[in-house]
């Protein structure tokens, strides 16, 4: 009955990103060897060169894992680089990448704006190339393929305006403000505030996507706002220092949070009742239509079914756009467990469901 079940979400998820939307743990830090990760396969066979800002985010490592089996179902070799959080070893990956001679490069940028000069270069070579996740900035990429950024930060402000009704004061501690993604998210969210009676009384954000900074942030603005009602956090990671801090403060629970990603402490968080929400992300669904669409480019048929464009700061671009799922306490079990994402047991580890 489950797996009828996931069938049927998976689908509806599927059909709304592609035809509605436009086409629709941290435990690996040390880079991937290129020498392990060289193409053995035939001549001929399709060689796609995925390059990571980091492992540091909880989700990077699934969307690799998904990306390279449905890329390898396909008939293509994933080259996997990790830059680990620095541009100028990215740059250099990428450069390596070029040198190899894949047929598609797929981007996760480090900083969104730093990398328009080498994906012009692999252009220039002849590699198709997709930014994945992050729109990276004036490289005119073959395709874009993302969630709906704007839309997530819409989400988390709808959580905190349904959950904290009376209004108040409310946090804002980011991702990197160099992820251009960051700032879609924070357009969403403080446009759906505006008119609300909710007031962002401190704002700012995690270079580099360190979730550990949000400890030292939240002790700080807990000092000056005391009262705080609810608090919007750039991811999950987030959330955990987050929740953790508040606990220490005894108001684990009776402060708002929201973030972003659907990762496992999150869900059981929700449940337990110290996270309010988390704008959900089928990274799954994402690493496999960009797998597909890698492939789709490197043997040069067209892209069907995008019908949906973004300005990288220079021109259109082609984007499938995706959609996130505001994930509470209410629908946890329908689109988390029945959806196959984590199971019932991980996510109810600490309660008792009944």
Same mark, same amino acid.
């Given at each position: 009955?489950?797996?009828?079940?996931?069938?049927?979400?998976?689908?509806?998820?599927?059909?709304?990103? !592609?035809?509605?939307?436009?086409?629709?743990?941290?435990? +690996?830090?040390?880079?991937?060897?290129?020498?392990?990760?060289?193409?053995?396969?035939?001549?001929?066979?399709?060689?796609?060169?995925?390059?990571? /800002?980091?492992?540091?985010?909880?989700?990077?490592?699934?969307?690799?894992?998904?990306?390279?089996?449905?890329?390898?179902?396909?008939?293509?070799?994933?080259?996997?680089?990790?830059?680990?959080?620095?541009?100028?070893?990215?740059?250099?990956?990428?450069?390596?990448?070029?040198?190899?001679?894949?047929?598609?490069?797929?981007?996760?940028?480090?900083?969104?704006?730093? !990398?328009?000069?080498?994906?012009?270069?692999?252009?220039?070579?002849?590699?198709?190339?997709?930014?994945?996740?992050?729109?990276?900035?004036?490289?005119?990429?073959?395709?874009?393929?993302?969630?709906?950024?704007?839309?997530?930060?819409?989400?988390?402000?709808?959580?905190?305006?349904?959950?904290?009704?009376?209004?108040?004061?409310?946090?804002?501690?980011?991702?990197?403000?160099?992820?251009?993604?960051?700032?879609?998210?924070?357009?969403?969210?403080?446009?759906?505030? +505006?008119?609300?009676?909710?007031?962002?009384?401190?704002?700012?954000?995690?270079?580099?996507?360190?979730? +550990?900074?949000?400890? /030292?942030?939240?002790?700080?603005?807990?000092? +000056?706002?005391?009262?705080?009602?609810?608090?919007?956090?750039?991811?999950?990671?987030?959330?955990?220092? &987050? &929740?953790?801090?508040?606990?220490?403060?005894?108001?684990?629970?009776?402060?708002?949070?929201?973030?972003?990603?659907?990762?496992?402490?999150? $869900?059981?968080?929700?449940?337990?009742?110290?996270?309010?929400?988390?704008?959900?992300?089928?990274?799954? !669904?994402?690493?496999?239509?960009?797998?597909?669409?890698?492939?789709?480019?490197?043997?040069?048929?067209? !892209?069907?079914?995008?019908?949906?464009?973004?300005?990288?700061?220079?021109?259109?671009?082609?984007? $499938?756009?995706?959609?996130?799922?505001?994930?509470?306490?209410?629908?946890?079990?329908?689109?988390?467990?029945?959806?196959?994402?984590?199971?019932?047991?991980?996510?109810?580890?600490?309660? /008792?469901?009944?």
């Amino acid at each position: 009955m489950r797996m009828k079940k996931w069938k049927k979400i998976f689908a509806a998820v599927l059909c709304a990103c !592609l035809f509605l939307a436009g086409c629709g743990r941290k435990e +690996e830090t040390e880079n991937i060897s290129r020498e392990t990760q060289e193409s053995q396969s035939d001549e001929g066979e399709i060689k796609i060169g995925l390059s990571f /800002d980091s492992f540091v985010i909880e989700r990077w490592i699934r969307d690799r894992d998904v990306f390279v089996d449905t890329a390898k179902k396909l008939g293509a070799s994933v080259n996997v680089q990790n830059a680990n959080g620095s541009v100028k070893e990215q740059i250099s990956q990428i450069e390596y990448l070029i040198d190899r001679d894949v047929d598609v490069l797929v981007v996760i940028a480090v900083d969104c704006g730093a !990398l328009t000069e080498v994906m012009h270069k692999a252009k220039e070579a002849g590699i198709k190339t997709m930014s994945y996740d992050r729109l990276i900035l004036n490289a005119d990429t073959d395709l874009y393929v993302s969630f709906n950024n704007k839309g997530v930060g819409t989400l988390m402000a709808k959580a905190l305006k349904n959950a904290i009704p009376d209004g108040g004061d409310i946090f804002m501690i980011q991702g990197a403000e160099e992820d251009n993604n960051v700032k879609l998210v924070r357009e969403g969210f403080e446009e759906e505030l +505006e008119g609300s009676n909710l007031n962002v009384v401190y704002k700012v954000n995690c270079e580099g996507w360190l979730a +550990e900074l949000a400890v /030292d942030y939240l002790d700080e603005a807990l000092k +000056e706002y005391p009262d705080v009602k609810g608090i919007m956090c750039g991811n999950d990671d987030i959330a955990s220092q &987050v &929740v953790r801090v508040l606990a220490e403060h005894r108001l684990a629970g009776k402060v708002q949070v929201v973030g972003q990603d659907g990762d496992l402490a999150a $869900c059981q968080r929700i449940v337990e009742g110290t996270q309010t929400m988390t704008a959900f992300k089928s990274v799954e !669904l994402q690493a496999k239509v960009a797998a597909k669409y890698a492939v789709n480019m490197a043997k040069g048929e067209e !892209l069907e079914r995008i019908n949906s464009t973004v300005n990288d700061g220079g021109k259109e671009i082609p984007f $499938c756009m995706l959609q996130p799922i505001s994930v509470t306490s209410k629908n946890m079990d329908e689109i988390i467990i029945d959806g196959g994402f984590h199971s019932e047991e991980d996510v109810y580890l600490n309660v /008792d469901k009944e």
